[in-house]
């Protein structure tokens, strides 16, 4: 045996195991600008890019992380629906794509109710998560509303609506598009009852979301460089023949023509929550007290 063999030949064998190990989600490049971003770094920088601000998106825990006093709240259960209620196949079964879904993330559908305390008010949240088939909005996601709405109105709360969605869900057909004025009359409910309903629409806030519930908050907050719209930008070139602004469908577009009230980094998001809460929010405070689940 030489020194080749003995000495050399391990270390390099060591070198290439060592190199398995290291994880491959360490860097993530920025869609925008295109540098390098330490995971570690965008993590704390709450997934905003560091070189130019662009605003990636967030997982729904770091999104209620984020929202909720000391990252503490209850999730609400969203009631049973029926699964499959069209027995929808196209290159996969719609009840494998649901357990596919769920084995990535965790959870039943794309809704996910939470109640907490945002500056010391209890506010109810209702969250579309984009990591969930496009957080598209099915049968679940209107039934989400209404339970949103009744707990929003028990408790007194403000309710705050968080959209990241492509739109209706096809799988679900004329199903899906019901939950439009299904949500909207939940919204209605909350709004009779003289709450405050806010809505923060994040990338990509689109289709059958956006023509219903996303668009009717008494404040409607954006991220920068949101999309936000119904049809998609070829979409609308192609039925209206003409070349669209670079930034059309974007939140700093939608400022500037009156359809939202604010732009809002989301570095400043929550401290603007709290801000609009102390103004808009009744004075009396729930006395209801919040438990949380550890």
Known sequence: MSWLTDVVRPKIKALIHKKKDIP???????????????????????????????????????RLNLLFDDQKYVEIDVPEVKQ???????SKRYTDRLKSYRQKT????SVILAYGLIGGKSTVVYLLDFNFMGGSMGMAAGKGMLVAAEK??????PLLVVTGSGGARMQEGILSLMQM??????VSQVKEAGLPYITLLTDPTTGGV??????LGDIAIAEPGAIIGFAGRRV?????????PEDFQTAEYLLDHGMIDMVVHRHKLRENLITLFSHICSKKET???LQYSE
């Open 236 to 244: 609308v070139e192609d039925t209206v023949r003409q070349k669209l």
């Open 152 to 157: 929003a109105i028990q408790t007194n709360s």
């Open 84 to 90: 499959d209620p069209l027995q929808f196949k196209d």
């Open 106 to 109: 965790g959870r039943k559908d």
């Open 24 to 62: 491959d989600n360490l860097w993530s490049k920025c869609p925008k600008c295109e540098h390098m971003l330490f995971h570690r770094d965008l993590v704390a920088n709450h997934h905003v890019c560091h070189y130019c601000q662009k605003h990636l998106r967030l997982s729904a825990q770091d």
């Open 210 to 215: 956006s023509a219903s519930f996303a668009m």
């Open 181 to 186: 004025p299904r949500t909207t009359i939940a």
């Open 287 to 289: 006395t209801k007290a």
